[in-house]
């Protein structure tokens, strides 16, 4: 499991966020991904996969959604819940 | 359809006039029932013994722990698979059209995918408690049992039959556009297409793109209707149902479209299909076969899509050219605009109107030419696409 901080953490998933999923808008830790369309459910799998592997920690299936992963801010909440960032 | 809808709105007074609060979700059970048998005898004792064993079932594999679980899971998955084709099948042997794929029980379709997503539920562990008696208020629900939406055993349960004159008043809206998408727009519609259809060769190439355009719609105005007169029909009776189309003709492509359209059934293939499936292959093969793997789920999904329809050949097509369309969109059409097209052109194709506007026209094009496979057997399909062509 790699350990990483949670502003290193934050810092990758923008830059994740902007060079894989192509976000060019204003991306703020409140910007919906999902709900607003930015992230359809394909990017939502490689965001998944993502995380996974920058934290160590494992996602279940059922918890990928726009419940859990709509902003950035519920995406670190989420891992913070599961102890991986 | 008719005499039965005017039924459940005339009984509506009565329902909240006499029934008691706790009564309320076994009396709509027992109506539904009714309401079900009155269409087809057969089909009260098919639903009560399906509810029984699905009880025993999830009883047993909730019971179940580790490898037994998940066998005893896959077993109930089987048996459902088995119903939901022999009922195709078999509808099909009676000789019905392509479009309406046939089927020899009513609403045994969704009953399968819902019973289905319980099974996985519990075989998952995520759901332990489903009571026979919510069971099956929740499988015969009358508003949703023949043609959806698809609500999850969650959300369905989680609610009870309370009064709302708010909602009442909505869902009597709601009927009121169902009916006039499906019995007029989506009527019409048809009676227009059918004639096309049948003798491609008697039109010109131009009315025969006018007419699949007009079969997107027929189809959207269809499903849209009878999902409006569900969801109407359910509120009227106290219960929120989910919706099941988001403007899909506004979706900027056909991944978006799809998630727009029919989105219980959409929904349910995510959450069972293409999730699940997605992630193990993505774990498989490492962040190097990431993509392949989305088009893998991709490409499931969207064949079951078709293959929802009925177990025929055109079926098939359809799922793979939509997958096809998919999986361009969602998996390649990004690095390929970024390695053909200047950036500018790129930024302005995503950002202008003019780009959003041609994006759909294109989207709605797609899913209107292959919308053909629905509606004939794949010769035909053909010969009509031809003529299309002026070949």
Redesign the interface.
């Known amino acids: 499991m790699q350990s990483m901080s949670p502003q290193a953490l934050r810092e990758q998933l923008i830059d994740f966020l902007r060079t894989q999923m192509d976000i060019e808008d204003d991306l703020t830790i409140d910007t919906p991904l999902v709900t607003n369309g930015l992230i359809d459910s394909v990017g939502l799998m490689r965001l998944a996969a993502f995380l996974e592997s920058a934290t160590g920690t494992t996602i279940p299936d059922a918890d990928i959604n726009a419940g859990h992963f709509d902003t950035i801010r519920q995406i670190e909440g989420y891992l913070a819940g599961r102890g991986g960032a | 359809m008719l005499p039965g809808l005017f039924a459940a709105l005339a009984l509506a007074p009565l329902y909240w006039l006499v029934v008691p609060a706790r009564w309320r979700r076994d009396v709509l059970s027992g109506a539904s029932l009714c309401a079900l048998g009155l269409y087809d005898a057969r089909l009260v004792p098919l639903l009560v013994a399906v509810t029984l064993a699905l009880g025993g079932a999830l009883h047993v594999i909730v019971a179940s722990d580790g490898r037994r679980r998940g066998a005893l899971g896959a077993a109930t998955v089987a048996l459902l698979v088995a119903l939901f084709v022999w009922n195709k099948q078999a509808g099909q042997a009676l000789g019905v059209l392509p479009s309406q794929s046939g089927v020899v029980f009513l609403g045994i379709s969704f009953l399968v995918l819902k019973a289905t997503g319980v099974v996985l539920d519990c075989a ?1 562990g ?1 759901l332990r408690d489903t009571p026979l008696r919510d069971l099956l208020a929740w499988l015969v629900f009358l508003p949703t049992y023949p043609s959806g939406p698809m609500e999850t055993f969650a959300h369905f349960r989680g609610q009870a039959s309370t009064w709302d004159r708010r909602r009442a008043l909505g869902g009597l809206e709601r009927i009121l556009l169902g009916l006039v998408k499906a019995l007029v727009f989506a009527h019409y519609l048809g009676a227009w297409i059918d004639p096309i259809v049948a003798a491609p060769e008697a039109a010109s190439p131009a009315l025969l793109l006018l007419a699949l355009y007009a079969l997107a719609l027929r189809f959207y105005f269809d499903l849209a209707g009878y999902s409006d007169l569900a969801i109407g029909l359910a509120a009227l009776y106290g219960y929120d149902i989910a919706e099941n189309f988001d403007r899909p003709f506004a979706a900027r492509n056909l ?2 479209l799809w ?1 727009r359209w029919h989105m219980t059934l959409t929904g349910w293939l ?2 069972y299909v ?3 499936l ?2 193990a292959l ?1 774990r498989r093969s490492g ?1 190097a076969g ?1 993509r392949l ?2 088009a893998a ?2 490409l499931a999904t969207l064949l079951l899509i078709g293959l929802w329809h009925g177990l025929r050949w055109n079926f098939v097509v359809y799922g793979l050219l939509q997958a096809a369309a998919v999986i361009w969109v ?2 390649f059409a ?1 690095d390929a605009g970024r390695r053909l097209l200047a950036p500018g052109l790129v ?1 302005w194709w995503r950002t202008s109107r003019i780009g959003y506007a041609l994006s759909v026209w294109l989207t709605v094009t797609f899913f209107s030419l292959t919308g053909i496979f629905i509606l004939a057997d794949v010769m035909p399909a053909l010969r009509y696409l031809r003529a299309m062509c002026g070949l």
């Open positions: 998952r995520t991944a978006q998630q995510r959450t293409f999730t699940p997605t992630r993505m962040a990431d793997a989305v789920g991709l969602s998996v990004r930024r």
